[in-house]
């Protein structure tokens, strides 16, 4: 997403009633073990059913909030970890804070409180060359790939690590998903569509900071979805307050080979920025429900005459069933297709926050005391101090 970072963002409402909860521990190992048991389990049929989300309740942490000899902030995606019942939550840092890295966390809930939110450890991501992500800085003296990261999943089958970034159009770097081990180290980039190449002297293939935004493992585990935030260049314009969009989503099977592409229809912008004002509408991450839908998030951010900007937030379901598969269709102008359906399952800006932030992470969580599903939210504060890191929890209704 393009970074929200010109005006007063929000004039924030006091959080000490939030962030009164909240508990850092600092334990002794600077990298937290995150699966210790060889023997990891996965129900392989994993589906859930979605009616309406309910709202438990939020968590905030405090601004630029050291932990580890790192600035907390920018946290753009996260994942539940069934086996350890912990989190890990991804920032977009592109190393110019401290290096790239993920956090692991306790958030402690049920379907009535959503009481504290803890930090356990801190993992630093690496590089093929085993080295931490270079910022920009440092990438023009040594090399390597100056970091973008947006997304993070656990693989199912043994408990490891896929991340997304969203490369750079003027460095030349492409976009990628990677995974690595449960401490960061690398292990394997995932070959992907040569649709999704960067091309810096042409206007063809991603849009600068509008790749990569989502990843999710199917229902079996055997293969994996990735979500572009807007479309190609060759698939049409972005977004605007009169009409909306198409940006693809992919499944790839583990080794890389592309399974399927669809079509998203991205909403127009749902309301008018001020006069020469910034205003985006585009999926910041994706979720499997089951073998055949996932949850998106559309993330709307509308600027006003005074520089502050209005976050519109909405999470959709969609129907893979039906829509056309089009992994061979170069530009999708001009082209007949069926793109999926979707489903209105909860516009944000309905709940009543003082404050909706730029929410980017998404990801079920534990079962609630009463056997129903749980889901959580985080937003990614662009490390701007007037925005904030907001965690909100949910119960999942079923149908």
Known sequence: MKKQKSGNYFKVLSITAISSFLAISSPANAAVQLFQDKHWKYNIKETHSIGNLKMIGEQRIPFKREFQGTVIGGLSGLAYNTKQSTWMMISDDKSDNSPARFYTAQLNYDNKNFDSVKLTGMNFLKQ?????YPNQTQYT??????????????????????????????????????????????LATLPLAKQFNVIPEHEIGPRDNLTFEGITFANDGNSLWVSMEAPLYQDGPVPTTTNGALSRITQYDRKGKLLAQYAYPIDAIPAKPGPGKYADNGVSEILSVNKYKLLTIERSGVQSMDGTFKNYIRIYELDTRGASDISNIHSLQGHKFKPVKKRLILDLTTLGLSVLDNIEGISWGPKLPNGH?????????????????QLLAFEVLPK
């Open 373 to 389: 599903d749980s889901l959580v939210l985080v937003s990614d504060d662009n490390f701007n101090r007037n925005q904030v890191t």
């Open 128 to 132: 093929a060359n085993g080295k931490n």
């Open 141 to 186: 003296v040594k090399g390597g790939e100056v970091p973008d990261f947006e997304s993070i999943r656990l693989d199912p089958k043994d408990g490891s690590v896929w991340y997304t970034s969203e490369g750079s159009r003027s460095l030349g770097l492409d976009p990628f998903v990677r995974h690595a081990t449960e401490e960061g180290e690398y």
